[in-house]
């Protein structure tokens, strides 16, 4: 067996162990935790040397920040030197790190600025004490270490104590101890670990996140997809981040994207621009000479996007922009339609009407809240109707499209629309007072009513109203138990308002909820008749046309283009062997008679006379699409 798939086979262990260290109780994972965070700690005598010269460490870096500013990502005192052979330890000697971030350096090379730096930087120290021992470094040198697969500066920074860190420090610790972490588990598997997003790029800031990129090597898995590779690993090696941040006490930072090779690969040969920015801006910590030679290669101009990849990303601007027309033309028929009409026909509800076609709804506001009770204005109810017909034009392709601007002006009438139904909402429940409860128990009874309907429960006694509701409707999950206790309590209070007990904070409670199960009821109504209504079509295509025949009751309607502008609409009976009888022209408003008026259809059945119908109607190559 070879060493690859014995960690396959160990692979799943890891993952059950990974999970139950997650379950064990604090004090139990502090206690697991413990040998890894001793090794983080500096020696006791470092840390009693840090209290006796935290004071002129604090001289130095408030010197070196006057001096350098911005530019100063990290000061960190460095443990003691060890003691060797040739060389005796300098017990007095303070050995300080201090990374300077060069990125924005060009008027001298980098070996300059570096002799330069570490020049002011080491008489500012000797003036403050001569045993203080700067080692300066600038950025590039550390990352330039990372690309040559040196990693003793990433250790120095591991065990170093910080004075003064932009979020540098924090990162560099909290890779490294995760990467040693994921190393010392799967190594087999790992092809390299980097540092990647806006610290590697010196946009970093103590509130940015520490990006980290690992890649797996999936290339000979064999007891299981690469897919579950990916996951498994992906669990654990999450799973150790949040660990390498107990450790390093840099909790809730570490950003961890875990990639298979294969992926990779494919991401780059189709130009995926987040694996370009990646490889180009990456770091790696670790790596098995997969990173740096594809990092080299990009910069060289070697790996170029496929001819695929350029044609679908030429291609993606006309999708996208076909995209947003669509979803405006979307927004402008449904989102902005149904967040209106729905909050009116519930107004109209809770007035006591029965829950009104859309059709009828601005109609019925005009004539009973602004004529009649005088609570509503005439421009509330001209809104409404304005988006009832530009739906119904978008729907019957009068209108094409509908610009950014035109919905922008919808979207702010919906708002002040929404507002006002609110204020009307109250003006109303004023009105009626403690009456109001009958004509909301009214309204709920009659809506659930209509719903067991449409479920195919006819007679309901209203003494069983409240447990088929629950049997039927909660229980099955078609609709939320919050609802059912909504029910419960207006069914209490028109108890009480009949034993003339109904209280004034039970109305009140009564007056919130009622509009929300209201509302949502009807929205589940028309949610259901829409489904039921689609399954009543037959959907056909003949030649490069689109056709559909809407099957009600004892009538079929045809629509033999759906997708031109000025449709043809026939009509013909339903017979009852299934086919169809004589066809005779029909328009678009006869038709959405007819879809207000008619039941909503149970189970739909087609038989076998009706598809030489259609071959009639529509040609010898018609053909019936299936889940359009």
């Known amino acids: 067996m070879s060493k690859k798939e014995y960690s396959e086979k160990n692979l799943e262990k890891k993952e059950e162990s990974a999970q139950l260290s997650q379950q064990k109780p604090a004090e139990a994972q502090q206690k697991a935790l413990a040998p890894q965070t001793q090794e983080m700690q500096l020696p006791k005598e470092v840390q009693e040397k840090l209290n006796v010269i935290r004071e002129k460490l604090d001289i130095f870096k408030k010197k070196v920040l006057e001096k350098f500013d911005k530019y100063i990502s990290v000061i960190a005192l460095l443990p003691p030197e060890k003691a060797d052979a040739e060389k005796k330890a300098d017990a007095d000697k303070i050995n300080v790190l201090v990374l300077v971030d060069d990125n924005d350096s060009q008027k001298m090379t980098k070996e300059e600025l570096k002799s330069k730096l570490t020049m002011i930087i080491e008489n500012i120290a000797k003036e403050i004490d001569k045993n203080l021992s700067p080692q300066t470094i600038i950025l590039s040198e550390l990352w330039q270490s990372c690309f040559d697969a040196k990693y003793d500066l990433l250790e120095l920074f591991r065990v170093s104590a910080p004075i003064h860190d932009t ?84 909790k809730n930072k570490i950003n961890i994207q875990v990639y298979i090779l294969t992926d990779f690969w ?184 209509d719903i067991l309907r449409l479920e195919g429960i006819e007679k309901v006694k209203d003494t069983d109203i409240v447990q088929i509701f629950e049997s039927e409707m909660v229980h099955k999950g078609l609709i939320p138990e919050k609802y059912l206790r909504i029910l419960n309590e207006i069914i209490k209070a028109k108890k009480d308002y009949d034993a003339d007990k109904l209280l004034k904070n039970e109305v009140e409670t009564v007056r919130k909820t009622s509009g929300e199960f209201i509302k949502f009821m009807v929205e589940y109504m028309q949610r259901k008749r829409g489904r039921e209504l689609e399954r009543a079509k037959i959907r056909v295509k003949h030649g490069n046309r689109y056709g559909e025949v809407i099957l009600l009751d004892t009538v079929a309607f045809i629509i033999h283009d759906v997708d031109h502008q000025e449709k043809e609409i026939t009509k013909a009976p339903i017979k009852a062997d299934g086919s169809l009888g004589t066809t005779e022209a029909s328009s678009m408003e006869e038709l959405e008679k007819a879809l207000t008026k008619v039941e909503i259809p149970g189970k739909v059945f087609i038989k076998e006379p009706i598809f030489e119908n259609l071959k009639g109607i529509f040609g010898k190559d018609v053909e019936i699409l299936l889940n359009f």
């Open 167 to 250: 979020g540098m420090l924090a990162a560099v610790k909290i890779a490294e101890v995760h990467k040693t972490m994921v190393l010392k588990k799967f190594e087999k598997y790992i092809v390299s670990y980097v540092l990647s997003g806006s610290l590697v790029r010196g946009q970093a800031t103590e509130k940015s996140d520490i990006d980290v990129m690992i890649i797996i090597d999936d290339t000979d898995v064999k007891r299981m997809t690469r897919a579950e590779l990916k996951d498994k690993l992906r669990a654990i090696i999450i799973g150790m981040g949040i660990e390498a941040g107990e450790i390093t006490g840099v």
């Open 266 to 449: 494919d991401s780059l040969r189709e130009a995926n621009p987040i694996i370009f920015t990646l490889l180009r801006d990456g770091v790696p910590f670790y790596d098995r000479g997969i990173f740096m030679p594809w990092k080299q290669l990009l910069k060289m101009g070697k790996i170029k996007p496929s001819a695929e990849a350029i044609d679908l990303f030429m291609n993606s601007g006309e999708q996208m922009i076909k995209r947003v027309e669509y979803k405006i033309k979307e927004m402008g028929m449904e989102d902005t339609y149904y967040a209106i009409l729905t909050p009116s026909q519930a107004a109209l509800m809770l007035y006591g009407v029965p829950p009104p076609a859309p059709r009828e709804t601005a109609h019925l506001m005009r004539e009973l809240f602004v004529k009649k009770e005088k609570l509503l204005e005439e421009s509330f109810v001209k809104i409404l109707e304005h988006n009832i017909e530009v739906r119904k034009k978008l729907e019957h392709g009068e209108m094409e499209k509908l610009s950014g601007k035109e919905l922008d002006q919808m979207l702010t009438d919906a708002e002040k629309f929404l507002k006002r139904i609110k204020k009307l909402f109250t003006e109303i429940e004023a009105m009626k007072e403690k009456e109001s409860i009958i004509y909301i128990y009214e309204t709920v009874v009659t809506i659930i009513r």
